[in-house]
């Protein structure tokens, strides 16, 4: 499969929106409709190529990926899309920073950035080592916020993290044991790691966490979902960020 395509409408339209000088070409592969409609319009505007796509393509995308990755839309990229972000998009928060470890479901990995992006996180970290690459379908997952946020791949959680330590961030571990969100000063300088499906965070990267977050369960289900963790923290940052705002403003 070709590592300079994207796939599905969000990631093709996001990619048309933020970066249309690097799209090639887009193909249609499915019926015509609203979407591929207004994919079809951003591609005119932009000058970029739009047309059906050749049935060798099609026999391709069916045989490797299936209608529920593409959803009729295909775009070529003149670069690989894995580290499409290098810049945070606007109004991201750069004393707002995420760190992934693990994370080895793709689905999960667009999920996370789906949320990171929604909540302006500044950056991502991506322990390359163990975690899913960011694939076609973590990007389609991700509804195009891959397109929108700053990823960085790293090779040592470790040494980020005390990098980041230097520069005055405090770091916060997820894991079922720490403190509830809301009870933590999440509002200055802070980084949320986040570990993978399995077994959370690596006891390496717990020690060295300032201290460990959690969203606590008051119901039968023992835990969340990485994903679902991660935004349920991410906006309780939020909150007391623009809490912290409106305070400022005020005196």
């Given at each position: 499969m070709n590592d300079h395509r994207i796939y599905g409408y969000h990631p093709v339209r996001e990619a048309l929106r933020h970066r249309p000088h690097e799209v090639v070409r887009v193909w249609s592969v499915g019926r015509s409709g609203k979407r591929q409609a207004e994919i079809q319009d951003l591609c005119r505007r932009h000058r970029v190529a739009f047309g059906p796509a050749p049935d060798s393509l099609r026999a391709e995308l069916e045989r490797k990926l299936g209608d529920a990755v593409h959803n009729g839309l295909v775009a070529e990229l003149q670069q690989a899309p894995a580290e499409a972000g290098s810049q945070p998009g606007d109004g991201a928060d750069p004393q707002l920073v995420v760190l992934l470890e693990d994370v080895q479901d793709p689905r999960n990995l667009g999920a996370i950035l789906r949320v990171c992006e929604g909540a302006g996180v500044g950056k991502v970290l991506i322990r390359d080592r163990g975690s899913a690459p960011i694939s076609p379908l973590a990007v389609k997952t991700s509804a195009g916020a891959a397109e929108w946020l700053?990823?960085?791949?790293?090779t040592n959680s470790g040494q980020e993290i005390g990098r980041l330590?230097?520069?005055?961030?405090?770091?916060?571990?997820?894991?079922?044991?720490?403190?509830?969100?809301?009870?933590?000063?999440?509002?200055?300088?802070?980084?949320?790691c986040f570990g993978g499906e399995a077994k959370g965070l690596r006891?390496?990267?717990?020690?060295?966490?300032?201290?460990?977050?959690?969203?606590?369960?008051?119901?039968?289900?023992?835990?969340?979902?990485?994903?679902?963790?991660?935004?349920?923290?991410?906006?309780?940052?939020?909150?007391?960020?623009?809490?912290?705002?409106?305070?400022?403003?005020?005196?």
């Open positions: 700053a990823l960085e791949r790293i330590k230097k520069e005055g961030f405090w770091i916060y571990g997820a894991d079922a044991g720490g403190s509830a969100a809301w009870d933590l000063d999440l509002s200055g300088p802070t980084v949320l006891q390496r990267t717990r020690k060295l966490c300032d201290g460990l977050v959690s969203v606590p369960m008051r119901g039968h289900v023992e835990s969340l979902n990485v994903a679902t963790a991660a935004a349920a923290m991410l906006y309780e940052a939020v909150r007391q960020r623009q809490r912290l705002h409106r305070e400022g403003k005020r005196r």
